[in-house]
T-cell receptor
Framework: TQLLEQSPQFLSIQEGENLTVYCNSSSVFSSLQWYRQEPGEGPVLLVTVVTGGEVKKLKRLTFQFGDARKDSSLHITAAQPGDTGLYLC?????????FGKGTSLLVTP | DAGVIQSPRHEVTEMGQEVTLRCKPISGHDYLFWYRQTMMRGLELLIYFNNNVPIDDSGMPEDRFSAKMPNASFSTLKIQPSEPRDSAVYFCASSLQRNTEAFFGQGTRLTVV
């Protein structure tokens, strides 16, 4: 099992601030997915990145896949309380996804 | 489609009892996954099926755990006998193809006392 390390583990910020969370591994992945999980629910896909160096934007969220396809970052601009949740990265290798432990984000008004 | 459906949502059982978790994947999805989520270990892959056939069960923690998929619309995860350390949220997920978007159910929160 390829390990995915996510940092920081916890993050508490105020509305309007910017933040970046990271997902790192020593393994190469064919693709990497980012999910958000809200309390009492299952994770929901935000984005999939496939090409090394790829950047994808989803409104205020910017996702980047490292050139070597071993790491990824998620940047949120002007965070809002609705962004609160657990952000999980998942690496695709073989037939299944392996998940990091996630970054728990709390955005307060 | 109603999405991935898991039952029960919550299960409280006594140590030593048998527990069966159920999952109905999205129709047409060829892959089904069982995950376990805890604070300490995060989201762990237990086992996955492709076209109802178990492909990799290396994540199943012990022989007390077993999973079946008798048809394309139903899967079970059984723990017998259950132990307090099995307490966790168990998720079922399905996907259309390998390494594509995984659609998760709402999970079953298992508490073994």
């Amino acid at each position: 099992t390829q390990l995915l390390e996510q940092s920081p583990q916890f993050l508490s910020i105020q509305e309007g601030e910017n933040l970046t969370v990271y997902c790192n591994s020593s393994s190469v992945f064919s693709s990497l997915q980012w999910y958000r999980q809200e309390p009492g629910e299952g994770p929901v896909l935000l984005v999939t990145v496939v090409t090394g160096g790829e950047v994808k934007k989803l409104k205020r969220l910017t996702f980047q896949f490292g050139d070597a396809r071993k790491d990824s970052s998620l940047h949120i601009t002007a965070a809002q309380p609705g962004d609160t949740g657990l952000y999980l990265c998942a690496g695709a290798s073989g037939y299944a996804l392996n998940f990091g432990k996630g970054t728990s984000l709390l955005v307060t008004p | 489609d109603a999405g991935v459906i898991q039952s029960p949502r919550h299960e409280v059982t006594e140590m030593g009892q048998e527990v069966t978790l159920r999952c109905k994947p999205i129709s047409g999805h060829d892959y089904l996954f069982w995950y376990r989520q805890t604070m300490m270990r995060g989201l762990e892959l237990l086992i996955y099926f492709n076209n109802n056939v178990p492909i990799d069960d290396s994540g199943m923690p012990e022989d007390r755990f077993s999973a079946k998929m008798p048809n394309a619309s139903f899967s079970t995860l059984k723990i017998q006998p259950s132990e307090p350390r099995d307490s966790a949220v168990y998720f079922c997920a399905s996907s259309l193809q390998r390494n594509t978007e995984a659609f998760f159910g709402q999970g079953t929160r298992l508490t073994v006392v």
